[in-house]
C-alpha cells in the first residue's frame, strides 16, 4: 500500500475506517450476525421457549427425509421455469421490438409493462385471489368462450395451484427483464444491424445472430434477479395460498416461516433457512461465473 | 432503422396484448374497489375507500408504514453516503476485502436473518417497536446504499477534490459542500428504491412486530383480508389505498426507479 494520505482531503489513516464504522455497525449487527446465529440454531432443538437441545447436523439430516421440504424444493424449481424462463422469452421478444422498430410510446408501454414490479405483493395477491376465484373473471371468461369444463378454483385446486401462483411471477418479472435486456440491446451499434439487412437477413436470423449473442451478460443478470426472486417468494406464498393444498405450492421461504413460527420448530426452520442462504449463494456464483465466461 | 408495414403492425399488436396483461390485474382491483359490496345497488361506490379506510384502520397502518420508511430511508441513506464516500474516494488498507463483506449483504435473504433477529431481540425485549422493524431494514438498505454510492462517487474527477483540499476543506466539508451536491441524482435514486422496499415489506413487518400495534400497511392489508374475505369490494378498496403511494411514486419518478433498479442489478 503507498504511503499517500486516504485522499486529498483526508490525511489521517484513520479516517477512511470512522466513514464506513457506522455502516459497518448496523449492518453487521442486523444482517451479518443474525446469519451466523441462524447457522447457530440450525444445530439445536428448540421451540422457541425453554430448553433448547444441541443435536448436531440432525436437523439437516432430517430434512433429506422431509415431505414438505422436498415439495419446497420441487415448488422452487417449478416456480422458477414461470419467474425466471417464460419472462426471459417474453423479455427477449419485447426488447427486441422495442431496439428493432421504432415504437411510438415506447415510454408508455415500458411503464405499464414494468408497472407490475413497484407494487406491493400483498396488493398483488388479492388482485390475483379476486382473478382465479370460483366466480372470478379467469371463470367467467372460460364459461363465456364455452370451456367450461376448464373453470376452477385455481388456487384450491392441487394440480392448478403452483402453475396459477407461478403466472402471477411471469406478470412480476417481464417488465424488469424487458428493460434489462433493453438496456443491453441499447448497446448494440446500428451499424450492425444495417449490415445484416444489407446481407438478406430477416427479423428471426438478426436476432439470432446479432441481437441475442450480445446481451447475454444481461440474460445472466436477468436470470439471476428472477430466480433468486421465485425462490424468495413468500408474500406471495403466505397470502394465496399458504403453500397449500397440501403441500402443492409450499416453497423454501414459507417453509422456514411456517416451521419457525407456526410450528414452533426454530432448529429445522433454521436448517432450511441456511439452505436457502446456500442455494441463493450458489446460484449467484454459478450463473457469474457462466456469464464471465461467455463475456 | 426501416422495417415493413406488416412487421410494424404485429409488433404494435405484440406490444398492446403485453400492456394489457400487465393491466388487467390492476384494473380489475381498481373496478372491484368501485363495485357495490354485498347487496348494495349497482353503480360507482366510491364509499368503499371510505368505509376501507375506517373498517381496516389504514389510517394508522399507513402511518405506521410513513414512520418506518422515514427512519430507514433518512438513517440508510445518511449512513450509505458516509460509508460510500470513503469506498469511493479515499485509499486505505482492506478496501477491498471490506467492500465485498458489505456485498455479501445483498445475498443474504430476509428469511434466514428474520429468526434469530426475532428471538434475540425478544430477549432484549424490543419486538414490537419501531426500532424491531426498522433497524433490519436499514442493515439491508445500507448494503445496497454503500455499493451504490461507491459506484457513483467513484467517477467523480479527483480534481473535485484537490480543489477542495486547496480551499482547505476537510472530509466532512468536501463531503457535504462538493460531494453531495453533485451526486443528487444518484442520491434520490437511492431514496426511492430504499422507500419503495421498506413501504413494501412484508415478512418484517410481519415477523418483528408479532403485537400488531405496529402494523405496517401491507400486514394492516393482511389482517383486512383474513377479516374481508366475502366482502371482495372493501378488500380491494384497502389494496388500492396501500399501493397507492407507491404507483403515484412511481408515475411521476420512473426514470429514478428504472435507473436504479438496472444499474443497481448490472454491476
Redesign the interface.
Known amino acids: 500500500?503507498?504511503k499517500?494520505p486516504?485522499?486529498?482531503?483526508?490525511r489521517s489513516?484513520l479516517?477512511?475506517?470512522l466513514?464506513?464504522l457506522?455502516?459497518?455497525l448496523?449492518?453487521a449487527?442486523?444482517?451479518?450476525?443474525?446469519?451466523i446465529?441462524?447457522a447457530?440454531?440450525s444445530l439445536y432443538d428448540w421451540a422457541?421457549f425453554g430448553p433448547s437441545t444441541f443435536v448436531g447436523l440432525a436437523n439437516y439430516a432430517d430434512l433429506a427425509g422431509d415431505e414438505a421440504f422436498r415439495a419446497a424444493l420441487g415448488n422452487a424449481l417449478v416456480l422458477i421455469a414461470f419467474y425466471a424462463l417464460l419472462p426471459l422469452v417474453?423479455g427477449l421478444?419485447?426488447a427486441a421490438?422495442f431496439r428493432?422498430?421504432?415504437?411510438r410510446g415506447m415510454g408508455?408501454?415500458?411503464?405499464?409493462?414494468?408497472?407490475?414490479?413497484?407494487?406491493?405483493?400483498?396488493?398483488?395477491a388479492?388482485?390475483?385471489r379476486?382473478?382465479y376465484a370460483p366466480n372470478g373473471?379467469l371463470n367467467e371468461l372460460l364459461r363465456a368462450v364455452g370451456l367450461d369444463g376448464l373453470a376452477r378454483g385455481w388456487l384450491g385446486d392441487p394440480g392448478a395451484a403452483l402453475p396459477a401462483v407461478g403466472f402471477i411471477g411471469t406478470?412480476l418479472e417481464?417488465?424488469?427483464v424487458m428493460?434489462?435486456l433493453l438496456?443491453g440491446m441499447s448497446r448494440i451499434p446500428?451499424d450492425l444491424?444495417?449490415a445484416a439487412?444489407l446481407d438478406g437477413a430477416g427479423?428471426v436470423r438478426e436476432f439470432f445472430a446479432i441481437t441475442l449473442p450480445s446481451v447475454r451478460?444481461?440474460i445472466v443478470?436477468a436470470l439471476v434477479?428472477t430466480i433468486i426472486a421465485a425462490?424468495?417468494t413468500?408474500?406471495l406464498i403466505?397470502?394465496t395460498t399458504s403453500g397449500g393444498p397440501g403441500n402443492a405450492t409450499t416453497v423454501?421461504?414459507y417453509e422456514?416461516?411456517d416451521r419457525?413460527?407456526q410450528l414452533r420448530e426454530?432448529g429445522s426452520?433454521?436448517a432450511v433457512?441456511?439452505v436457502?442462504?446456500v442455494l441463493?449463494?450458489a446460484i449467484?456464483v454459478l450463473v457469474t461465473r457462466i456469464g464471465e465466461r461467455s463475456r | 432503422?426501416r422495417?415493413s408495414a406488416a412487421?410494424?403492425t404485429m409488433?404494435?399488436v405484440?406490444?398492446v396484448l403485453?400492456?394489457l396483461?400487465?393491466?388487467v390485474?390492476?384494473l380489475?382491483?381498481l373496478a372491484?374497489a368501485l363495485s357495490p359490496q354485498i347487496g348494495e345497488a349497482p353503480g360507482l361506490h366510491l364509499g368503499n375507500f371510505v368505509e376501507a379506510w375506517q373498517v381496516g384502520g389504514f389510517g394508522r397502518s399507513l402511518g405506521n408504514s410513513l414512520i418506518v420508511a422515514a427512519l430507514v430511508v433518512t438513517?440508510a441513506v445518511v449512513?450509505?453516503v458516509?460509508?460510500g464516500?470513503?469506498?469511493g474516494?479515499?485509499?486505505?488498507?482492506g478496501?477491498t476485502v471490506?467492500f465485498y463483506?458489505?456485498l455479501?449483504?445483498l445475498?443474504?435473504?430476509?428469511?434466514?436473518?428474520?429468526?434469530?433477529?426475532?428471538?434475540?431481540l425478544r430477549t432484549l425485549g424490543l419486538t414490537d417497536t419501531y426500532a424491531a422493524i426498522a433497524?433490519?431494514q436499514?442493515?439491508?438498505s445500507?448494503?445496497f446504499?454503500?455499493f451504490w454510492l461507491r459506484a457513483q462517487f467513484r467517477t467523480l474527477p479527483?480534481s473535485l477534490?484537490?480543489a477542495?483540499?486547496l480551499d482547505g476543506?476537510?472530509?466532512m466539508r468536501?463531503l457535504r459542500s462538493v460531494v453531495v451536491p453533485a451526486s443528487v441524482p444518484a442520491l434520490t435514486t437511492l431514496v426511492v428504491l430504499a422507500f419503495?422496499w421498506t413501504?413494501?415489506e412484508?415478512?418484517i413487518a410481519?415477523?418483528m412486530a408479532p403485537g400488531g400495534s405496529l402494523r405496517t400497511?401491507?400486514l394492516g392489508?393482511?389482517n383486512f383480508?383474513g377479516q374481508y374475505t366475502a366482502e371482495?369490494a372493501l378488500?380491494?378498496a384497502?389494496?388500492?389505498i396501500?399501493?397507492l403511494p407507491?404507483?403515484i411514486?412511481?408515475?411521476f419518478l420512473?426514470r429514478h426507479?428504472?435507473r436504479g433498479?438496472?444499474e443497481g442489478?448490472?454491476k
Open positions: 500500500m503507498s499517500s486516504p485522499s486529498a482531503v483526508v489513516r479516517t477512511p475506517y466513514f464506513i457506522p455502516a459497518f448496523v449492518y449487527a442486523f444482517s451479518l450476525y443474525p446469519l446465529r441462524a447457530q440454531f422457541g417474453i421478444v419485447l421490438i428493432r422498430g421504432q415504437v408508455f408501454f415500458r411503464s405499464v409493462i414494468f408497472l407490475p414490479q413497484v407494487i406491493a405483493l400483498v396488493v398483488v388479492v388482485a390475483w379476486n382473478i373473471p406478470w417481464m417488465g424488469l428493460l434489462l438496456a446500428d444491424f444495417e439487412r427479423p451478460g444481461e443478470v434477479l425462490l424468495k413468500f408474500d403466505y397470502m423454501p421461504s422456514v416461516y419457525a413460527f426454530v426452520a433454521s433457512a441456511i436457502l442462504t441463493v449463494f449467484n | 432503422m422495417i412487421e410494424r409488433n404494435y405484440v406490444l403485453f400492456a396483461f400487465a393491466l390485474p390492476i380489475t382491483i372491484t438513517s449512513l450509505s458516509l460509508s464516500y470513503a469506498f474516494t479515499m485509499r486505505f488498507r478496501a471490506l463483506v458489505f455479501l449483504g445475498m443474504i435473504p430476509t428469511e434466514a436473518t428474520v429468526i434469530p433477529l426475532f428471538f434475540d433497524l433490519p436499514i442493515a439491508q445500507v448494503a446504499g454503500t479527483t477534490l484537490e477542495a483540499a476543506a476537510g472530509p468536501t419503495m413501504w413494501n412484508f415478512l410481519l415477523v400497511a401491507p392489508l393482511s383480508q371482495l378488500l380491494s384497502g389494496a388500492v396501500v399501493a407507491m404507483v411514486m412511481f408515475l420512473q426507479f428504472i433498479m438496472l442489478a448490472v
